[in-house]
C-alpha cells in the first residue's frame, strides 16, 4: 500500500485561524486563543487550540474545496466533507466554522507513532525553556518510522508536527485508497506527495 502527504496548492489568500489583522500592528492572535501562547516562545499549543470552538470572526477566503491556513490548520468545504463521510473516511474530525456555515476547520484525530530513533529529523535548536518546542523541526515523513493505522480509511498525521517559525503545521496523511476517494470526489486545492519507505531514499 503507497501513502500519501495532502499538500495544499499555492493560492493567493493567507487565512488564518488563531490571529486576525490588526490595522496597526499586523497580525494579533485572537483573545479566545491568547492563554495558550507560550509565554516564552509565543507559539500557540496548536493541539489544545484546535480542542476549542472555531471563534466568530475567522473567515476563508478563496473558493478551495480543500486547503490550509496560513497558521498551518487545514480546513475544507461541506461537500468534501461529504465525500469523506460517504466513503467512511475517519480519523479526522470537524469544527464548523461559525460565520461560514459551508467550512469546517479539520483536526486529526489519528497520531501515528514515530520511532524518533530513526533519522529523517532535523531539530533547530534554542529550544523553548519553558514549552519544550524547537524553533524549526523538519520531518521527512518516511513510512518505516511510523506507526501506520491497520484501517486504510484512517487519515492520520505524524506525532511530531512540523514546526516554522512561529506556528505549527499540521500534516495529513492518507492511504492510496483515501487519495483515490478524493480525485474521485474532484476535491479542489491540494496535491498529493507519495511517501518514501526509508530515509534516504
Ligand atoms: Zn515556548
Redesign the pocket.
Known amino acids: 500500500m503507497n501513502y500519501y502527504s495532502i499538500d495544499p496548492k499555492d493560492h493567493r489568500y493567507d487565512n488564518y485561524v488563531f490571529f486576525e489583522s490588526d490595522d496597526d500592528i499586523g497580525l494579533v492572535v485572537r483573545t479566545q486563543y491568547s492563554h495558550l501562547r ?1 509565554p ?2 509565543k ?1 500557540m499549543d496548536t493541539a489544545k487550540a484546535l480542542e476549542l470552538p472555531c471563534p466568530a470572526g475567522v473567515r476563508i477566503r478563496g473558493r478551495h474545496d480543500l486547503q490550509q491556513t496560513h497558521d498551518g490548520v487545514y480546513y475544507c468545504n461541506s461537500r468534501t466533507r461529504q465525500v469523506l463521510d460517504d466513503n467512511g473516511v475517519s480519523g479526522i474530525r470537524y469544527v464548523q466554522i461559525p460565520d461560514q456555515s459551508d467550512y469546517y476547520l479539520i483536526v486529526p484525530t489519528w497520531k501515528c507513532p514515530i520511532d524518533r530513533s530513526q533519522p529523517g529529523f532535523e531539530f533547530v535548536p534554542p529550544q ?1 525553556s ?2 519544550g ?1 524547537f524553533t524549526e523541526v523538519y520531518r521527512f515523513s518516511r513510512l518505516t518510522a511510523m506507526t501506520l493505522p491497520e484501517d486504510p480509511l484512517v487519515v492520520f498525521t505524524p506525532e511530531i508536527s512540523r514546526e516554522s517559525g512561529s506556528f505549527t503545521i499540521i500534516t495529513l496523511l492518507i492511504s492510496e485508497q483515501v487519495m483515490k476517494i478524493l480525485k474521485a470526489g474532484r476535491v479542489s486545492g491540494i496535491s498529493f506527495s507519495k511517501l518514501a519507505q526509508t530515509w534516504p531514499d
Do not use: S
Request: hydrophobic share 10%; proline share 0%; glycine share 0%.
Open positions: 507560550c516564552v516562545c507559539r523553548c519553558k514549552c518546542r
